[in-house]
C-alpha cells in the first residue's frame, strides 16, 4: 500500500475514532503490554494470541460480568500490533528488544470506569492486578488518548507496517 493510501487510510479510522469520541460513545485509550518469555515458543502468533485471548478477556471481563456479552465489550478489539525488534519505552535492558504489542481500545465511555481510574488517570488496579496475574505478561501501560490524538497514536503503533 502506498504511503499516501495509508495516511488516508489512517486519517479516516481517526475521524471516524474521534467523532465517536466526540459524541461521548467511546473513550479511546492507548495500551502497550510487554510479554516475557517464558519458553522457547516465541513466535509472533503466539503473542497476538496471549494478547487477543488472554490480556484482552481481562478488559471483557472488567467490563462486563456476563460471559456473554464479552465478545461486544470491546467495540473494536482487532486493531493492534506486535513488535520485536522496534525500541519500546518499557524496554528491558540492553541490546534486546522485548516482544511487546501496542493497541488502541476504544472503551464505551459509560463503562471507563471499570477499567480506567480518570482521578488518577491510570488503570483501575484490579484490573492491573489481574493483568499481571499472567504468566506471560511483563509489563502493561494504559493511557487515555486526548484532544484528538489518535492519528498520532495509530502512526506510532503501525509504524510503517500495513494498515
Keep these: 500500500m502506498a504511503n499516501y493510501q495509508r495516511e488516508r487510510l489512517i486519517q479516516a479510522y481517526c475521524d471516524w475514532l474521534n467523532s ?7 473513550t479511546l485509550l492507548a495500551f502497550t503490554v510487554v510479554f516475557k518469555p517464558v519458553d522457547v ?10 494478547y ?10 472488567a467490563l462486563e460480568r456476563n460471559p456473554k456479552n464479552w465478545p461486544k465489550a470491546i467495540p473494536l478489539d482487532k486493531l493492534f ?4 525488534f522496534e ?19 476504544p472503551i464505551p465511555t ?11 488517570e491510570s488503570i483501575n488496579k484490579s ?24 492519528d498520532i497514536w495509530l ?4 509504524k510503517g507496517k500495513e494498515f
Design 20 to 26: 465517536k469520541q466526540e459524541a461521548n460513545e467511546w
Design 41 to 50: 515458543n516465541n513466535s509472533k502468533s503466539r503473542w497476538e494470541d496471549e
Design 52 to 61: 487477543s485471548n488472554r490480556v484482552l478477556n481481562k478488559f471483557r471481563k
Design 81 to 84: 500490533y506486535f513488535e520485536r
Design 87 to 105: 525500541t519500546s519505552k518499557l524496554r528491558i535492558s540492553g541490546s534486546r528488544s522485548p516482544f511487546h504489542i501496542h493497541s488502541l481500545l
Design 110 to 120: 459509560s463503562q471507563l470506569h471499570r477499567i480506567f481510574s480518570t482521578e488518577t
Design 127 to 150: 484490573l492491573e492486578k489481574d493483568l499481571y496475574s499472567i504468566d506471560v505478561v511483563q509489563n502493561v501501560l494504559l493511557e487515555k488518548i486526548t484532544d484528538k490524538n489518535s
Design 155 to 158: 502512526r506510532y503503533m503501525s
